[in-house]
Every structure is written in C-alpha cells, then in structure tokens.
C-alpha cells in the first residue's frame, strides 16, 4: 500500500492515535507519502470524512510539517475546504 497513513485516516473510526503514530514514524520517505494521485494528504482525507476523530488531528499536526496544510488537491482544495 502506497499512502498507509491515508488508510488509517480514512478508516479513522477503527484507527487509534498510537496506530497512526507508528505509521508515520514507519514511513522512510515521508515526503514522497504525503500526498496520493488525488493530490489529497492525511488532512485531506481525514476531513473528508463526517465526522473527523480529532484524536488522529492531532498526531498529524504533530508529525507533519505545517506547510502541508497549505497543500491544495487536484480540486483545488486545501484539506480545510471539507
């Protein structure tokens, strides 16, 4: 799996803090994992979702630079725009 950290987000209701935490740190090349072919990074896919675990928000406002909320998608987006 390319993007494991988008999968734990978007199944965020069954990921805990630590499990994403792992994850993050597991990642060799953070920067080439940050954002998917829908140019969406963690933050996007999880607040996409109804109801974004602010748990999770957490850990990824904590491993991640902040200049990746900046990141917009292939829509046009940045990851607050959901």
Known sequence: ???PVH???????STSAQELRLCIENQ?????SLVDEFGMTAFHVLFST???SGELLK?????YPF???GLKDAND?????Y
């Open 7 to 13: 999968n734990l987000c978007y199944y965020h209701s």
């Open 1 to 3: 799996d390319d993007f």
């Open 77 to 81: 987006k940045l990851a607050m725009d």
């Open 50 to 52: 109804a109801e974004p």
């Open 67 to 69: 200049h990746v909320l």
């Open 28 to 32: 060799e090349e953070v920067e080439e």
């Open 59 to 63: 850990v990824l406002l904590e491993k």
